[in-house]
């Protein structure tokens, strides 16, 4: 099975459930800001364009995913049903999940000046705060 | 080999591309405004086939042609399928991508616009036919390009 988190406009979240969800990060505790800084640095270092995967790893059956559609989520849906409707994808499992989270201002405001560059080192410190705040909720929504 | 002619509704330009491709539809001469209703899929797709691959047929060198709509969205569209065919173990060197968005003009963008989007057939499709029989030419020039690339000088130039 494979298993693509995406979130709109946004390549965090869906990297950030895809480490829970593959136990690189600790669904029982939230991470220091530390630990999330690490993570901002994988996402400096290797940001896919828009529509191609980035495979974090496998668990079980399942190769985790994370991708980002910008805006487009409900065109790159019909994309991939056309192309399975084509038959141009293997036979097993693929499987989009996103989430139903309201983002809270730190983690909007922290990554808008992150990836402007100019105020990026203030911009990863509240984007981590604002991550911590989300994490409860994310693993919630992940755990169901 | 795949040749995926897109371009922004996958409704006009790119069927008639495929068409000219398949033969279905003389490069010699300019068509009567009244040919287009005969290409398959012209004015047919609406938002909700955007991103979607059509297949229309195969050329007599054996690729498969299909047409897509793709709304703004063609790089986003294209690295999908490149990245979930590859990820299927298929080639993804086998898609050849072919943007037909340089051959629009006015008449087809408001035709389209009111034909597909707005559901005014009437309205749209004639306007829509006049402006692609104007963009025919460039049309032409694109598949031209492709057999050149493909080393097949099938085409003649009109």
Known sequence: MKLFYFYPKRMDVPLIAGLIHLGKLNCEKIPSVEELLAVSRAVAQHTPALGVPWYLGKKGVAEIYAINFGNSVELAKQAIAG?????????????????????????????????????????KQLWAKGMQQLYPSLVKVLKE | MKIIYHCFGGAHASPTTAAIHLKLISNQHLPAITDFKNIS?????????????????????????????????????????????KLSGGNP?????????????????????????????????????????????????IVQKIWISFNTPHLTKS
């Open chain 1, 83 to 123: 192309l399975h409707g084509a038959k141009l994808l293997s036979n097993e499992e693929w499987q989009l999940v996103t989430f139903k989270l309201k983002l809270n201002w730190s983690l909007k405001i922290g990554w808008v000046l992150w990836q402007w560059g100019k105020l990026e080192v203030q911009g």
């Open chain 2, 41 to 85: 899929k012209f004015d047919v797709a609406t938002s909700q086939d955007h991103g979607k691959l059509n297949y229309l047929g195969v050329d007599h060198l054996g690729n498969e042609i299909y047409i897509m709509g793709r709304a703004h969205q063609a790089p986003l569209v294209t690295n999908l399928i490149k990245e979930f065919v």
């Open chain 2, 93 to 141: 060197d086998d898609y050849c991508f072919i943007n037909c968005c340089q051959s629009f003009n006015l008449l087809m963008v408001i035709g389209g616009f009111s034909s597909r989007r707005l559901g005014l057939v009437w309205l749209g499709r004639p306007l829509v036919s006049l402006g692609t029989l104007l963009a025919f030419p460039k049309l032409v020039g």
